[in-house]
């Protein structure tokens, strides 16, 4: 049997009182029940379940108004009565661990389907079953955990938080205290001999063991309890050995007052987490500082279509609607907004928001929610609320959509912190077994200066900083990433894809014709009734032709992917597509892209489009072509074949005919020769490309392109920026190398000087937070001069 410890009573295998199944294991003296889990190879453990009356009846009680439905429903973002979502304010939220230990809650309780941290606002916004779980239960397992969230629905409701000044209390405490301790110190430093001075020295030290004793138990209180955590969870975090140096340092210096061996290292020890916690308020201020959270002044101008009082229709952006707004929504767009159904047939995908695919439907008077998507034709919905950017920006953040694509960089962050941790450790421990033969007065000095110099803050700040500084500064030239890890990624590409209809064209700039049997006003009315519910660039185009016909309500329609549209009205039926989905024979000579019609199953004729290519085409590829493979993949035919070899480099690969099946397959072929590709489209049939590529990007002409599948969005003006947000991305890697470097010198510098017994603690303590302050003074200088070569 394997060995196993009860952490709330002690009770040990040994004794025969654990229960051990191989998967948990449970006490029979308190009747805990653990779940083992596995994270980065260490085997951890959590109390998943207690007997009744082992939770404080204190604290179920005090969360008893989470159990109050009108509560709940203005506290919850998403609740479709089966999976909540719910953004929690966590003050104690303060380091890399914090971070850890939020970020894997669905293994502590398997109702938790995910929990994403946002370390500058303190908060951790958390997915779970309401069936198996409910909010009241999943706060008091947050309390459990030593993160108990601070809910107020005065807050709630409007947007703001109590500001947390708890680091600024222990700041001032700690600096009260070390100020009064060095004066105390005094006499002890110059050897003063004055009698007076000399016999109230005991006084003197009690009162310097007086003044530590709060600087201790509450200015530090938040690395010991983030010490404990991870050594209970077999995790050594970046706080072990900074609680270890304090709890030495006050132990030591609490033993040579009482039995007056000296005056202990209490200036030293107050000195020690005085600067420890200013470096923490200056990285705060920098975090806020440097706000990577992308509102809706610098975000994407994901576009959706207000229905006026006239019945016109005018494109806005997100940010401008309010409440009471009538809004369009078309075939496979998202809900921007919390809404009302009022006309049309609603089947909501809300997979984007929950990641179960299973569809509802909704009637009207139902209420919709920010984040389904509209699977079945266009419907009209009233605004019950304005729209949040933050909150769209964390559903595309969904961990649903990405494929794993941070999971690299994530473990190299913990197994920086956990190795360096280990090593530093042995370090200090050898050190100070030699400093104890060779001159044991410097034994402690050099123990506790080697464990908080070496602290790996430095080297956990770089990539974040860089990434996030990249990331704000790539927003503001209209280039919107999904989260940092996209910068890594695309700055690996070697073969880029681009779509061409959408993409590389200029929607707005196309000209149509129409050739065929003339359409009466019936079916033009049904033929812009039809082309309304579609989102594809094609459709909107014609859509907009037609913007003197009249709307009708479709019976029934339906859309094909890659093929066309269908609708019908009373008895009449229409058919919008390519030529076979329409019924018709394509004529060979016919290269030119047109979109064909039928009526009743009548062929009536096409619409042809002449494309215009987007400003700067030219240019960017040659300037593409020096570095990577590019590739045209095209649903359309090969009519515009011969205009393209005319603006694009003569190596560039032009496919033509391509489904959305081709285009995938495509792209999964070249990836297992080794290739990593990039994908650009118009993020409607390229769906499944953009998902498959290793970066899919989205071309923003002011639609509703909000996807899942894609990592980036790209405004369709800044279109010919690519190569340059490219080489910033290149850039920023080779930033992080350097930072990277930069923290690695400090800390062979000042463990030199800390070995050798040359570096006291409160030195180490100074020096600790500059390092951290200055990669991200490099990073953020760096990044920001990169970034002044975008335009």
């Not at 004793?213 to 404990?228: C, G, H, K, L, M």
């Not at 009207?364 to 304005?386: P, W, Y």
């Not at 912190?417 to 100070?432: D, E, V, W, Y």
């Not at 029934?556 to 019924?583: N, R």
């Amino acid at each position: 049997m394997e060995h196993h410890t009860c952490f709330h009573c002690g009770l040990d295998t040994k004794d025969s009182e654990i229960i051990f199944d191989g998967k948990s294991f449970c006490c029979n003296g308190c009747k805990t029940v653990y779940e083992i889990f596995s994270v980065n190879d260490l085997t951890c453990y959590y109390d998943l379940q207690q007997a009744p009356g082992t939770t404080p009846k204190e604290i179920e009680g005090k969360y008893n108004f989470l159990e109050n439905h009108k509560i709940i429903d203005k506290l919850l973002e998403f609740n479709d009565g089966k999976t909540q979502i719910i953004t929690l304010y966590i003050p104690h939220i303060h380091c890399s661990s914090c971070i850890w230990i939020l970020e894997n809650l669905n293994k502590l309780h398997p109702s938790i389907s995910s929990s994403i941290v946002n370390f500058g606002k303190k908060n951790v916004r958390i997915t779970y079953n309401s069936e198996t779980l409910s909010l009241k239960d999943l706060v008091i397992l947050l309390n459990s955990i030593g993160y108990e969230p601070y809910i107020s629905l005065d807050d709630y409701s409007t947007s703001k938080k109590n500001i947390d000044r708890s680091l600024i209390y222990k700041l001032g405490f700690a600096g009260f205290a070390f100020g009064n301790v060095m004066f105390l110190s005094f006499p002890e430093y110059f050897e003063v001999n004055e009698f007076w001075l000399e016999q109230y020295k005991p006084l003197f030290r009690w009162l310097m063991f007086a003044y530590s004793i709060p600087v201790v138990f509450y200015s530090a209180q938040e690395y010991f309890i983030s010490a404990y955590k991870g050594l209970r969870s077999k995790f050594l975090n970046i706080d072990v050995p900074i609680a270890l140096g304090v709890l030495v340092l006050f132990i030591r210096s609490t033993i040579e007052i009482i039995f007056d061996y000296g005056s202990g290292f209490f200036d030293s020890l107050t000195g020690l987490i005085f600067f420890l916690l200013l470096g923490k308020f200056f990285q705060q201020k920098t975090y806020s500082f440097l706000s990577f959270e992308r509102d809706y002044k610098s975000y994407f101008p994901i576009g959706i279509t207000k229905i006026l009082a006239d019945g016109k229709e005018e494109s806005i952006q997100v940010y401008d609607i309010e409440k009471g707004d009538r809004l369009l929504i078309r075939n496979e767009e998202l809900i921007p907004v919390d809404c009302i159904l009022i006309k049309g047939s609603a089947r909501i995908d809300y997979s984007f928001v929950t990641g179960e695919s299973k569809t509802v439907s909704k009637n009207s008077g139902d209420k919709l929610f920010a984040g389904g998507k509209q699977l079945d034709g266009s419907i009209e919905v009233d605004v019950l609320k304005s729209v949040e950017q933050s909150y769209l920006t964390q559903l595309w953040s969904n961990d649903v959509f990405k494929v794993d694509k941070e999971e690299a960089f994530k473990s190299i962050t913990n197994k920086i912190s956990k190795h360096f941790t280990i090593a530093i450790l042995s370090i200090a421990l050898i050190s100070t077994a030699y400093w104890l033969f060779i001159d044991s007065t410097k034994a402690l000095n050099v123990f506790t200066a080697i464990l908080i110099i070496a602290c790996p803050c430095a080297l956990a700040l770089s990539a974040p900083f860089t990434f996030g500084n990249v990331l704000r500064i790539l927003g503001t030239k209209k280039f919107y990433l999904k989260n940092a890890s996209v910068i890594e990624q695309l700055a690996k590409i070697d073969t880029i894809i681009f779509d061409k209809t959408g993409t590389i064209t200029a929607n707005k700039d196309t000209t149509i014709n129409y050739e065929g049997e003339e359409l009466s006003l019936q079916e033009e009315s049904l033929l812009r009734s039809t082309l309304r519910g579609s989102n594809h660039p094609l459709s909107r185009a014609l859509y907009q032709l037609l913007n003197d016909n009249d709307i009708v309500s479709l019976d029934t329609y339906q859309e094909y992917l890659g093929e066309g549209i269908e609708g019908q009205y009373k008895e009449a039926k229409i058919k919008i597509g390519s030529a076979p989905f329409v019924g018709f024979a394509l004529e060979t000579a016919t290269l030119n892209t047109s979109v064909h019609i039928s009526t009743n199953n009548t062929y009536k004729g096409k619409f042809t489009f002449y494309n215009a290519y987007r400003k700067g085409l030219s240019q960017l590829f040659n300037k593409l072509k020096k570095h990577y493979d590019l590739v045209i993949l095209s649903g359309d035919n090969e009519g515009e074949k011969e205009n393209l070899k005319k603006l694009l480099p003569s190596k560039t690969k032009l496919l033509f005919n391509q489904k959305p099946e081709d285009k995938l397959e495509y792209i999964k072929y070249h990836q297992s020769e080794g290739a990593n590709i990039l994908m650009i489209g118009d993020g409607l049939n390229d769906a499944g490309a953009l998902a498959q590529s290793n970066v899919g990007i989205v071309i923003s002409e002011n639609v509703n392109v909000f996807s899942p599948a894609c990592d980036a969005i790209l405004d369709a003006s800044k279109f010919n920026q690519l190569y340059q947000y490219i080489k910033l991305s290149k850039a920023s890697l080779k930033i992080i190398k350097w930072s990277f470097l930069l923290s690695f010198l400090y800390n062979i510098i000042g463990l030199y000087f800390a070995i050798s017994g040359q570096l006291s603690p409160v030195f180490a303590a100074i020096l600790m937070p500059l390092s951290s302050i200055s990669v991200v003074g490099f990073t953020t200088l760096t990044t920001n001069l990169a970034g002044r070569k975008l335009k």
